[in-house]
């Protein structure tokens, strides 16, 4: 059974910076693509970003792009999200997910595997 948990998130002003964390178990954390989604309340869950298996390949949002890192340290099964220059919008609770192969995808049904999520909130 594979599990994710997310740690990190927390209340920052706008302007600041967190780190999130994703822990996965299992001993192939190395064969599948990962990816980060967010959902604010009321809203659908929206992608922004993933990485392929070996870290070589990223992809991001537009809403994030140029702010926001994601990078994977397969030695320690996990998987990170740096995120710089934090807006108020930037308010969801933040998930990581597995894919089931190693492409990547920017469609949440394209994910087999979920963390609980952990909540970022950005005053303004």
């Known amino acids: 059974q594979v599990q994710l948990v997310e740690s990190g998130g927390g209340l920052v002003q706008a302007g600041g910076s967190l780190r999130l964390s994703c822990a996965a178990s299992g001993s192939t954390f190395s064969s599948y693509a990962m990816g980060w989604f967010r959902q604010a309340p009321g809203k659908e869950r929206d992608f922004v970003a993933h990485?392929?298996?070996?870290?070589?390949?990223?992809y991001y949002s537009d809403s994030v792009k140029g702010r926001f890192t994601i990078s994977r340290d397969n030695a320690k099964n996990t998987v990170y999200l740096q995120m710089d220059s934090l807006k108020p919008e930037d308010t969801a609770v933040y998930y990581c997910a597995r894919r089931s192969s190693n492409s990547a995808s920017t469609d949440p049904s394209g994910y087999a595997y979920w963390g609980q999520g952990t909540q970022v909130t950005v005053s303004s």
């Open positions: 990485i392929s298996r070996y870290g070589g390949n990223t």
